[in-house]
C-alpha cells in the first residue's frame, strides 16, 4: 500500500477548493473543475450510454449505503419503456450524516452537474433534487445555484423538493411516494423505482455524493477515478465523523485508509475512546481500541461485520455508556417505524423496551434471549430495511457490550448512562474540512 | 277472508311479509357477523375464515331474499307497487316516505355488495370506506320494515324487530369496545348515534306504528284503507 | 415452475387467515402477523395457497410465481 503522504495527495476530489465559508459559485465551480460535459440545446429522447459506460468503467458503487453498482441503476433506468425522471437524494434522514446537506448547501454546483449529467444520459427531462425541509441553509443555496445556471441546464428543468424530517423519508420508495403525493413512507415492492417511479415513470434515485462523482467521472474519466482506492471500491468517497474529536465533520478519505488517519485528520481524539459506530444507525459498533488496525473498508470492515453504509463514523469515549446509547437509539429507532408492518413496529418496541430495562436493571434472566427472539421476528419481515437496520445495530452493540450488559442487568444505571454522546437531532454540523 | 287493516291475501302478499322479514333476520346476522370478523374474533369452532365466509356467504343470502321480498311486492298488485319504485325512493303511491326507506336501504345493500364482489380492482382504501354504508343499511332497513309493514301491530313482527336490534346493538357496542376505529372520536360518535337512534325508535313506535290509525297516517292510499267489505282487487 | 408466497407486511392486518388455511407454510408471530416458510409448495398445497390468498381480507399475501 501506499503510504500516507501520497494516499493524501490525490484527495480532495469532490471536497478540491471547498470554500470555508459560504458555497462555491459557479465561476470558482468551473474554475477548480473545469466545465461539464453537458451538451447544450435540444435534449435527446433516448439519452446516450456513453456516460453510463464510463461510470461502469469507473466502478462507482452508490454512497447512500447500500453500495449499489450506480451504473447498473443507471442502466435498468436507460432500458426502461417511458421518459425518465431523476432524483437526487440528499433527504439524509441519518442523524450521524452530514455529507449529503453539506454538498447541497457548499457544492451545490458539484451535485447539479452529476444530476443534469444523468439526465443527459438518460433522456430524462427532469431533475428533483430532494432536500430535507428543515435545511433552509441547503435549500438557499441549490436556489442561488440554480439562479446561476440559469442559461445552462442542457435541456432538462431541475426542481428543489422539500422532504419532511424522518429515519424513514429518504428511503428510496418513501422519497417516490413523497414526490408521487404520498406519505414520505416506503411502499412495497415491485415495483422498484426504475421501472415505475416518480408519476409511474423510470426514475433514478441516487443519493447526492454518488452524482458529484458521477460528475467528476464525466470530465475526468473512469481511470482518474480507479487512481484511488481499491478494485472493489474504487475512488474517494465522504464520511461524516462525530465524537470525541477535535473537529467533527465531513471529511473525504480513500476507501482503505485507517480509522486512526482519519482521527488525525480531525485534529485527534479528545478522549480516549471506546467504540465506533459504522454505517449509522443502522450499521454496527466496532471496538476502537486499535484504531490504526480499522481500515476504513468493506474488505477491513466486513471482518468485524461492519461497512461504512452512507459514510458515518461516529465515535464514544470511555467515558460514555454503550448500553445506554444502544438503549436510547433504539428507543429513537423504533418511533422513526413508518409504523406501516406490524413486524417492525412491534418487534423494534419490544427491543427498545427490553433494552431499557436491562440498561435499569430491572430486565428479566433471560432478557438476552428475549432481545434475540424479537430480532429474529423483525428482521426481513417489513416492507423496508429498517428493522433489519435496527436489529444489526443491537446485535453488533450485545456483541460489543456484553459485558457492560451483564454489568446493567445486575446493577442498573451507570455514571456513563447520562452521557448520550451519539447524536440524535439533524442539525447541520459548520465544519467541512478537505482531509489535511 | 278481511283483515282490519289494508291487505289483499293473495300469496304475494305472504310472501313479500314472511321474506321482508327473512331478510331483516339475515341482515342481522350478516352485520354481527362483520363485527366478529373485523374485532377478530375466533375459537376453535369458529375459526377465523369460517366467521369470514359465513358473512359472504349470508349476505348473498340476503340478497336473495330481498330479490324475492321485492319481486312478490310489485306481482302483489294490491299496493301498486312499480318496479322503479324498488329502487328510486318515496316515488311510490303506497306509503311513500316508509317504502322509500325500503329503496334506500336497497339502493346501499347493492352498493356494498357490488363493491365487494369488485374489491379487488377498486383498492382496499376506498372499498373499506363503501362497506361502512352497511351501518347505514341496516337501521334504513328495520325503518322501512316497522313503517311498511302491516304486520306490526302483531307481536312477532314487532318482538322480531326489537330482538334484531337487541343484536345489531350488541355488535356495535362489542365494535366500539375493542378499540376500533381508532378515533376516539368517531367511536363516541357512533356510540351517540346508536343511543339516539334506540331512543328516537323507543319514542316513535308507540305513537307510529303502534298507535292509532298508522296505516292512514303512514301514507296508506284512502281507497285501499278499509274494514269489513273493503273493495279488494283481483289478485293475479 | 414454481409459486412463492409473499405477504405484503404494509397491507397486513394481521387478520390471520392465512395461517388458519394454510398451516403447513404460515404461522403466526406473537402479534399475529404471518410468517412464511419458503420451502416449495407440492400441487396440494398450491390450491390451498390460492384460497389462503384469495381469503386475505386486504389482499396481503400473493401467489406469484417465482421470478429467478
Not at chain 1, 216 to 225: M, N, Q, T
Amino acid at each position: 500500500m501506499t503510504d500516507r503522504d501520497s494516499r493524501i495527495s490525490p484527495l480532495p476530489r469532490l471536497l478540491k477548493g471547498v470554500p470555508s465559508q459560504g458555497a462555491m459559485r459557479l465561476a470558482a465551480h468551473v474554475a477548480t473543475h473545469g466545465e461539464a460535459p453537458l451538451a447544450r440545446g435540444r435534449r435527446k429522447r433516448r439519452g446516450s450510454s456513453a456516460l453510463i459506460d464510463l461510470v461502469e468503467q469507473a466502478g462507482l458503487r452508490g454512497r447512500g449505503g447500500a453500495a449499489f453498482p450506480a451504473a447498473r441503476k443507471m442502466r435498468s433506468v436507460h432500458d426502461a419503456r417511458g421518459r425518465a425522471v431523476v432524483v437526487v437524494n440528499a433527504a439524509e434522514g441519518e442523524p450521524a450524516s452530514d455529507k449529503d446537506r453539506m454538498l447541497v448547501r457548499v457544492l451545490p454546483h458539484l451535485v447539479l452537474d452529476g444530476g443534469l449529467l444523468a439526465a443527459q444520459a438518460l433522456g430524462a427531462d427532469e431533475v428533483i433534487v430532494c432536500v430535507c425541509e428543515l435545511e433552509s441553509g441547503a435549500i438557499a443555496s441549490l436556489q442561488l445555484a440554480l439562479a446561476e445556471r440559469e442559461r445552462s441546464t442542457g435541456g432538462a428543468r431541475v426542481r428543489i423538493a422539500t422532504v419532511p424530517a424522518g429515519f424513514v423519508s429518504g428511503e428510496e420508495s418513501a422519497l417516490v411516494n413523497h414526490l408521487n403525493g404520498g406519505p414520505a413512507l416506503p411502499t412495497f415492492t415491485p415495483p422498484r423505482p426504475f421501472e415505475r417511479g416518480v408519476a409511474q415513470r423510470p426514475t433514478l434515485v441516487n443519493n447526492a455524493e454518488t452524482l458529484a462523482h458521477v460528475a467528476l467521472i464525466a470530465r475526468h474519466g473512469p481511470k482518474w477515478f480507479r487512481e484511488l482506492g481499491t478494485d472493489a471500491e474504487p475512488g474517494s468517497t465522504l464520511v461524516t465523523l462525530s465524537g470525541p474529536v477535535e473537529y467533527p465533520g465531513v471529511y473525504e478519505i480513500e476507501p482503505g485508509a485507517s480509522l486512526s488517519s482519519l482521527i488525525d485528520a480531525a485534529g485527534g481524539a479528545i478522549a480516549p475512546i471506546r467504540a465506533a459506530l459504522l454505517g449509522g444507525y443502522g450499521g454496527s459498533w466496532v471496538a476502537a481500541e486499535s484504531p490504526q488496525q480499522l481500515a476504513l473498508s468493506s474488505d477491513g470492515l466486513s471482518a468485524h461485520g461492519a461497512s461504512l453504509g452512507a459514510g458515518v463514523v461516529a465515535l464514544i469515549s470511555e467515558q460514555a455508556c454503550g448500553v445506554a446509547e444502544t438503549a436510547r437509539i433504539t428507543r429513537w429507532l423504533a418511533r422513526q417505524s413508518a409504523r406501516q408492518c406490524g413486524p417492525c413496529v412491534n418487534g423494534l418496541d419490544a427491543i427498545a423496551g427490553s433494552l431499557e430495562e436491562v440498561a435499569a436493571g430491572i430486565a428479566p434472566a433471560k432478557a438476552r434471549q428475549q432481545i434475540a427472539r424479537f430480532a429474529a421476528l423483525a428482521r426481513g419481515r417489513g416492507a423496508c430495511a429498517h428493522p433489519d437496520g435496527a436489529v444489526r445495530f443491537v446485535v453488533s452493540a450485545l456483541q460489543l457490550f456484553g459485558e457492560e450488559f451483564s454489568e446493567h442487568a445486575s446493577y442498573g444505571h451507570c455514571d456513563g448512562c447520562t452521557r448520550a454522546e451519539l447524536p440524535l437531532a439533524a442539525h447541520s454540523r459548520a465544519l467541512v474540512s478537505a482531509g489535511r | 277472508m278481511t283483515l282490519p287493516i289494508a291487505s289483499s291475501g293473495s300469496i304475494d302478499w305472504y310472501l313479500t311479509r314472511s321474506t321482508g322479514a327473512v331478510t331483516l333476520i339475515l341482515l342481522t346476522i350478516t352485520l354481527a357477523l362483520g363485527v366478529a370478523d373485523v374485532t377478530r374474533f375466533s375459537s376453535a369452532r369458529w375459526p377465523r375464515f369460517v366467521i369470514d365466509s359465513l358473512h359472504r356467504n349470508v349476505s348473498l343470502l340476503a340478497v336473495l331474499f330481498l330479490a324475492i321480498h321485492v319481486l312478490t311486492s310489485i306481482l302483489d298488485g294490491f299496493a301498486q307497487i312499480q318496479p322503479i319504485d324498488a329502487v328510486i325512493p318515496f316515488v311510490g303511491s303506497y306509503r311513500p316516505l316508509w317504502l322509500g326507506l325500503g329503496a334506500v336501504a336497497l339502493d346501499l345493500m347493492l352498493a356494498v355488495v357490488l363493491t365487494s364482489m369488485l374489491r379487488r380492482r377498486m383498492g382496499y382504501a376506498t372499498w373499506r370506506t363503501t362497506h361502512w354504508l352497511a351501518y347505514a343499511c341496516w337501521p334504513i332497513a328495520l325503518l322501512h320494515g316497522l313503517g311498511t309493514g302491516s304486520d306490526v301491530q302483531s307481536s312477532w313482527l314487532l318482538y322480531l324487530s326489537l330482538g334484531c336490534l337487541a343484536l345489531v346493538l350488541t355488535a356495535v357496542l362489542a365494535r366500539l369496545a375493542s378499540g376500533w376505529p381508532a378515533d376516539l372520536g368517531v367511536r363516541a360518535g357512533a356510540a351517540g348515534a346508536a343511543a339516539a337512534f334506540s331512543f328516537g325508535l323507543a319514542l316513535w313506535l308507540p305513537a307510529g306504528p303502534l298507535g292509532e290509525h298508522w296505516a292512514r297516517r303512514s301514507g296508506t292510499p284512502a281507497a285501499l284503507l278499509g274494514g269489513h267489505g273493503a273493495k279488494r282487487p283481483v289478485s293475479r | 415452475m414454481s409459486e412463492q408466497l409473499r405477504v405484503n407486511p404494509i397491507a397486513c392486518e394481521a387478520h390471520g387467515m392465512c395461517a388458519e388455511l394454510l398451516p403447513e407454510r404460515i404461522t403466526l408471530d406473537e402479534w399475529g402477523y404471518p410468517i412464511i416458510d419458503q420451502e416449495p409448495l407440492s400441487p396440494e398445497l398450491l390450491e390451498h395457497a390460492r384460497r389462503a390468498a384469495q381469503a386475505c381480507p386486504t389482499f396481503a399475501l400473493i401467489l406469484r410465481r417465482r421470478v429467478r
